[in-house]
Structures are given as structure tokens and as C-alpha cells.
């Protein structure tokens, strides 16, 4: 199920800056709801979605600064999303969160272009400092 979620309309809620649209994919809605939650209230205009194969069809209509992928398992269910996301635009920041932290996954997503691969949990400090350090043009890393 694909959903787009804008920043909340309540003026007193909305971010001073707006910093770009994101789009995280992950199929559970609990940590959907966390990322979108920590991105809105950053300033991210974010959209979501729950389905790996079915958050391929935004790209072709929509521009994205940010997209955030989930690793669920070793399979490496977003590995489509990571490719198609760096074949669009080789210089928006993917970041790859894993639910289970494993080597040959983290090579394989660096090797396949990922900005970088965060492991849960993730704290909303850390996923602020990650995301502003790419807005930034810094590595994240350092």
C-alpha cells in the first residue's frame, strides 16, 4: 500500500524551513509512522511507502532529496529500491536502516551506492545528525 504524507497542517506545528521531500520505505507501519514523525518534524516533506516493488512507481512521477530504505532481513528486501534510487539521481542520499545488521549486507549497499547504513534503533538525534550531514554536503561519518 503506497501512502503520501505531507507536513501537518497545523501552522504552530510546521518546520521555519522546509528541507525537501523524502520518501522512506519500510514494510512496518509502526517504523513508517516513527521516520515520517522525525522527518516532519525536521522539516521534511515526506512520503511513505509500506511496499518495496510498489515505492519504484514514485519515482517515475515525483523528485526525491532524501529515501530512506529498509534492510528487513539478510534478503535485503529494498535492495530494487536502493538500485532504481541511485540510477534516478546518482547524488540523492539513500540511507539504508537494517533491522538485522549483517556485513554482507552493509558491503553490498555500500558497494551498491547507499550514502550510508544505520542500524536500529535509531535515536531521532542520530537520524537528524545523518540526514542534516547530507544536506550539508559533509559525510555523515565524520
Known sequence: MLESVGVQSHAAQRP???KGRALVVDEDRGDLTYYRAILQRAGWVVVTSSSYEGSLEFFRSEAFDL???SQGS???EGRRVLEHAV???R???VL???HAHDMGCYLEAMRLGAADYLEEPIAETELMRTT???LSGSS???
Open 16 to 18: 521555519l524551513v522546509n
Open 87 to 89: 540510477m534516478v539521481d
Open 140 to 142: 555523515a561519518a565524520a
Open 91 to 93: 547524488k540523492r542520499p
Open 96 to 98: 539504508v536502516v537494517a
Open 67 to 69: 529515501v530512506i530504505i
Open 132 to 134: 542534516d550531514a547530507f
Open 74 to 76: 539478510c534478503a535485503f
